[in-house]
């Protein structure tokens, strides 16, 4: 994971940052900010895939903690302080970058461009302005995480990354580092700069994390036993995954390569004391199993991989074997293993329908039989957020119009896997029609129903949800038989004082009633103008 191994994307991102960014002083256009606009989205996806690396090898790290905590103490200590020294300049990075965002008048959803993307205000008065307080303590920020990231390595990891280590302070040769980085650069280039050091800090800490696990993987142990031993992440499959697990003699060194097959046992094969199998000594290079059928092996261990097509309790057995460099005698050490292979079961229940609306709390049901719903977790895969409940329900918020898929994962054996999935649409609550008092939408009224009316009510037809919209003001006219106007405006949806005497004094039959410049309040809060209506009175 060191930096000096970068991948071509990572290169390709920092190549172009470099030249947009000289760019930048000749004339920014469109185009440019748009392919900041790409680098920077380049730039999170890179991001998100070193942080997946990092947590790999934290794991990996924090595994061998578990399993010899004296030997792996002083590594895992370092490896969470290089953890939480990256976490806290990585959200001081995400915080700047959101504020940025804000200020420029957040993202456009249909574009997912920033509003006004080519201000080049906000990072000069955020970064350069009142002396560049805020500009001098970022960049002690990541000086001074560089230094304590390094500090955790040996002496000899410690040198090696001087010079590699992404996450560093490039001063320029004239004027002082905040100037040059934000001074009227414009809002999308200033998020795209810091990204770039989210990207520089994930790397190091990575770089670190790395060091810190091979630094306890660098000894030898001499064994005189060995025993096959068959290693599974599960003994318990979905059906249509395959079974993997790795057999491998338990205790080996560096210049013993063994060899796996799987197949019946011949009579051969024996238990011994424990129930553990007797390894079979033979002369033969014939493994003591009917019809055995030889796997990979990968650093001296067996890549066991078997299908998952049928459902139901599955057993296969097997031996490893090894050629004794003394006695010139092949040494087979038998071993057997079982799985289960289960149906994929995932029950995503709408609460309402198989549609998501914009704007609303969109209640779901998740479940998966035959598990704790503890142990069921359910994300969303798309534009917005799904929130978990205290009674197990989820409750999903969406943005873009088109289509999200909640995607459910279980944990079983301690792993944890997907189980279904469930597709919704994402709809923008429809326009509401309007009416008078909620009856009539049109046409021909009765002078009698006119002056017995209240106001005007929007209404959503043949909606699911029991939502409604709020009127919020509108324009009554009435045009006379003598073609005469007379008009009124009104806040609310109740008429106004003004209009219940022109429907009372001055309206009458004959006369045309015309009702628009309708704006609504939605159940999520956004306004709309909705459709005008209008009446002819009679008698």
């Known amino acids: 994971m060191a930096i000096k191994n970068l991948t071509p994307r990572q290169k390709m991102i920092n190549m172009l940052y470099l030249v947009l960014t000289a760019i930048l002083a000749l004339n920014v256009s469109n185009e440019v900010l748009d392919a900041f606009k790409t680098v920077n989205d380049g730039i999170g996806i890179t991001n998100h895939s070193q942080s997946a690396k990092n947590i790999d090898v934290f794991t990996a790290l924090s595994r061998q903690y578990g399993i010899d905590s004296i030997r792996a103490k002083d590594a895992f200590s370092k490896a969470e302080k290089a953890r939480a020294l990256s976490n806290k300049l990585t959200a001081l990075l995400e915080q700047y970058k959101q504020q940025i965002i804000k200020e420029a008048g957040g993202i456009d959803t249909e574009t997912g461009k920033i509003h006004r993307d080519d201000d080049i205000d906000i990072a000069t008065r955020m970064f350069v302005d ?15 995480t560089r230094a304590q990231l390094l500090a955790l390595l040996n002496d000899k990891d410690r040198n090696e990354a001087q010079q590699s280590l992404a996450l560093k302070i490039d001063e320029p040769k004239t004027g002082n580092w905040e100037y040059a980085r934000f001074n009227h650069v414009p809002a ?46 599960s003994g318990y499959i979905l059906q249509g995954e395959p079974y993997q697990a790795d057999v491998m003699v338990a205790a080996s060194n560096s210049t013993l390569v063994p060899e796996v097959f799987l197949g019946t046992f011949t009579a051969d094969v024996k238990r011994g004391a424990g129930n553990s199998f007797t390894p079979v000594i033979s002369s033969s290079e014939v493994p003591p199993l009917i019809n055995p059928v030889k796997i990979d092996v990968k650093d001296c261990t067996g890549k066991l991989n078997l299908p998952g097509n049928a459902t139901g309790n599955k057993k296969y057995t097997g031996a490893v074997r090894v050629r004794n460099s003394n006695t010139g005698l092949y040494e087979f050490y038998p071993f057997e293993g079982t799985y289960e292979v289960a149906p994929k079961t995932a029950v995503v229940s709408p609460k ?41 329900s989820y409750t ?16 079983i054996n301690g792993r944890e896997m997907v189980m279904g999935e469930q597709q919704f649409r994402v709809k923008r609550i429809p326009d509401p029609y309007t009416t008078l008092d909620g009856i009539y939408k049109g046409g021909k009224i009765r002078i009698s129903q006119l002056k017995n009316s209240k106001g005007v009510v929007a209404k959503l037809e043949n909606f699911d949800w029991d939502k409604n919209f709020t009127v919020e003001s509108y324009e009554f006219r009435c045009r006379k038989k003598t073609n ?52 002819e009175v009679i008698p």
Do not use: W
């Open 188 to 233: 999308v280039a200033a998020v795209t700069l810091l990204s770039k050091y989210e990207n520089d800090v994930l790397s190091a800490e990575g770089h670190v994390v790395q060091s810190l696990y091979n630094s306890i993987n660098n000894k030898v142990e001499v064994v005189d036993r060995m025993e096959a031993k068959v290693f599974s992440p």
């Open 396 to 411: 999903a918020k969406v943005t873009t119009i088109g289509r999200v898929s909640v995607i459910v994962k279980a944990k």
């Open 352 to 392: 309402m329908m198989n549609v998501m609306y914009i704007g609303l709390d969109n209640p779901i049901d998740v479940s998966v039989p035959g598990v704790a719903q503890s142990d069921v977790n359910a994300t969303l895969n798309g534009s917005g957020n799904l929130a978990k409940n205290h009674d197990g």
């Open 484 to 535: 005469d106007l007379i008009h009124a405006d009104n806040t609310g949806a109740a008429y106004n004082p003004k209009i219940k005497d022109m429907i009372n004094g001055q309206v009458t039959v004959g006369d045309a009633v015309f009702i628009d410049e309708i704006i609504a309040k939605g159940p999520a809060g956004d306004k709309r103008k909705i459709n005008p209506i209008a009446f």
């Open 130 to 144: 009142n002396n560049g307080t805020k500009g001098k303590e970022l960049k002690k920020e990541i000086e001074e």
